[in-house]
């Protein structure tokens, strides 16, 4: 079974701009997440949805937004970069057979996003 | 509030040495499930082990093991015959029930020849 998968692994932008990465889950999982990391920061949670809904948001502002479809993939994008946005953006996915359910979460190779 | 707390920013260690990383969390929830993930320069974060609140028995992999004491909230990793692979950053996560992941800071281990 493939795992999770995300595009593009690297991207370069200007500031002012906006990007959008793209993460498709494991087949079959419901449950997809987005983190940024960054070397001062660590491990941050930016939103979780699950069956096309958010249903967890971190504390990111509005330009950080995201989605998911109906085949559970899902894309984030970041309006107006700033040069504070460069870092790894990871995506997870779960399975959650039933709704809550405590799952491993299983992540994708990240996309590194520089933001000059 | 949940809170993941890793107090060793980094660590050495032999090969073929065994090697202990800490983490202690806080909850008051009495549900929640433990994870320990490991991540190589490439960045990739690589699940390792998991551990359930209400297992009784500690959690094993291969060479992982996680010793857990619920009373102490604690959820310390412990690799056996470090490897050269092993280099890596870990990170010990937790999830409670309708919530997300919460993520430790991490603990960069560097195993030497």
């Known amino acids: 079974k493939a795992g999770v998968t995300q595009t593009p692994r690297y991207l370069i932008k200007t500031r002012g701009q906006q990007v959008t990465l793209s993460c498709s889950p494991i087949?079959?999982?419901?449950?997809v997440s987005w983190y940024q990391q960054t070397p001062g920061q660590g491990l941050q949670f930016l939103f979780e949805?699950?069956?096309?809904?958010?249903?967890n948001k971190g504390n990111f502002p509005g330009r950080f937004s995201g989605r998911q479809f109906s085949n559970s993939r899902s894309e984030m994008n970041v309006s107006t970069l700033e040069l504070g946005d460069s870092a790894l953006y990871l995506c997870?996915?779960?399975?959650?057979?039933?709704?809550?359910?405590?799952?491993?979460?299983?992540f994708g190779p990240g996309t590194r996003l520089l933001v000059l | 509030a949940q809170k993941i707390t890793q107090t060793q920013p980094g660590m050495f260690v032999q090969e073929k040495e065994a090697v202990t990383l800490d983490c202690t969390y806080d909850t008051s929830d009495q549900s929640y499930g433990l994870f320990w993930y490991k991540q190589p320069s490439s960045g990739e974060m690589i699940f390792l082990i998991y551990q359930g609140s209400y297992d009784e028995q500690n959690a094993t992999e291969g060479r992982y093991s996680l010793n857990f004491q619920k009373a102490r909230k604690s959820a310390n990793l412990v690799i056996s015959a470090s490897q050269l692979g092993d280099s890596a950053m870990y990170f010990c996560a937790m999830k409670n029930y309708g919530q997300n992941f919460v993520f430790g800071p991490g603990t960069r281990l560097s195993v030497l020849p």
């Open positions: 087949s079959g999982h419901r449950s």
């Open positions: 997870a996915s779960s399975l959650e057979l039933r709704q809550g359910k405590l799952e491993t979460q299983y």
């Open positions: 949805y699950f069956s096309e809904t958010q249903r």
